[in-house]
């Protein structure tokens, strides 16, 4: 299952672990444009997420990647899903149809 990253998720990750904090993703990450634009002001650098086998887990996440050069392809279709389950699951959704 794909983890969708919001600009909630960035501040709460910056709140934690401060300015310049390396930030794990993988293929299964989806990063929303706004959370990208928080991740760069603060200077968050994104690493690729691993499974560590080995007690050494220095060399494990090693390719960083600066905000700023983050290039994710968007599936629309998937964010707008995750978006409206998200909605739904907080009775948002019923709100703005009854309207």
């Known amino acids: 299952m794909k983890k969708l990253v919001t600009e909630k998720t960035m501040q709460d990750f910056i709140a934690g ?3 310049g904090a390396k930030f794990p ?3 299964n990450t989806l990063l929303t444009p706004s959370a990208k634009d928080i991740a760069r002001t ?3 650098v994104f690493v690729d997420a691993c499974e560590c086998t080995t007690a050494d887990s220095s060399t494990c996440c090693t390719e960083e ?11 629309r279709q998937l964010i707008v899903e995750a ?4 909605l739904k699951e907080k009775g948002i ?4 149809l009854d309207k």
């Open 17 to 19: 672990h401060g300015k």
């Open 25 to 27: 993703m993988d293929e």
């Open 83 to 86: 978006v409206m389950k998200v």
């Open 65 to 75: 990647k600066p905000a700023e050069s983050c290039s994710m392809s968007y599936d």
């Open 93 to 96: 959704l019923d709100k703005i």
């Open 42 to 44: 603060n200077k968050i």
